[in-house]
């Protein structure tokens, strides 16, 4: 398993307050990318990142922000929570071979937004 | 730009049955073709994948063809067991992007 790892696991929080989720990862792998996952939408990609410090808005960016400031670590912020923002969040990772990239996930976290 | 297809479901099936899931893509070059797998409570895994025309991707008993002609890549197995009840992704990834493409996945539900 690729060793991968989010933190926390679950979180209630209430509508307005700054949340941030990290996502940790022990393969030394370039690209990290955040993603939220809803009925009805499948898998959204929020942010991801390219190397430490570089990262690109996804397809549904607004209202979060990310930073990477090592390789083995991607946070992910709400900055004020919404209750549109309750969701299960994603990281994935992958190597940057150019040939076709498997994604490896973690295990998810649960946000509950009162 | 890149879309992935998938049935929508769920898919029900009693145990031994014959499953497919059905895949199509559109893709802007030459892309790369996979299967996630995402169990009850967990993340997405690889299940499978096929990185060229024709080529077969296999796993624990499922298979898939990539098919260029038809732009498909539909997943398949011959007998299913309550184990494979899950939620399953097709994906398609081009060598220079680093971005996905990922359909809306498709609920299986196995009963014994």
């Known amino acids: 398993d690729a060793g991968i790892t989010q933190s926390p696991r679950h979180k209630v929080t209430e509508t307005g307050t700054p949340v941030t989720l990290r996502c940790h990862q022990t393969?030394?792998?370039?690209?990290m990318y955040w993603y939220r996952q809803d009925p009805g939408h499948g898998l959204r990609l929020i942010h991801y990142?390219?190397?430490?410090?570089?990262?690109d808005k996804g397809e549904v960016s607004d209202g979060y922000s990310v930073s990477r400031s090592k390789t083995e670590d991607f946070l992910l912020t709400l900055e004020s929570a919404t209750s549109s923002q309750t969701s299960v969040y994603f990281c994935?990772?992958?190597?940057?071979?150019?040939?076709?990239?498997?994604?490896?996930f973690g295990p998810g976290t649960r946000l509950l937004v009162l | 730009g890149n879309s992935v297809t998938q049935m929508e479901g769920p898919v029900t099936l009693s145990e031994e049955a014959f499953l497919t899931i059905n895949c199509t893509y559109t893709?802007?070059?030459?892309?790369?073709l996979f299967w996630y797998v995402q169990y009850p409570g967990e993340g997405l895994q690889l299940l499978l994948k096929?990185?060229?025309?024709?080529d077969k991707g296999s796993n624990k008993g499922f298979e898939a063809t990539y098919r260029k002609e038809t732009t498909s890549f539909h997943l398949e197995k011959g007998s299913v067991q309550v184990s494979d009840s899950a939620v399953y992704f097709c994906?398609?990834?081009?060598?220079?992007?680093?971005?996905?493409?990922f359909g809306r996945g498709t609920s299986l539900i196995v009963h014994p």
């Open positions: 994935a990772i992958s190597e940057a071979s150019g040939r076709g990239e498997t994604q490896y």
């Open positions: 393969e030394n792998h370039r690209y």
């Open positions: 990142s390219y190397g430490v410090k570089d990262t």
């Open positions: 893709a802007t070059g030459y892309p790369s």
């Open positions: 096929a990185t060229k025309a024709d």
């Open positions: 994906a398609l990834s081009e060598g220079g992007s680093y971005i996905p493409t």
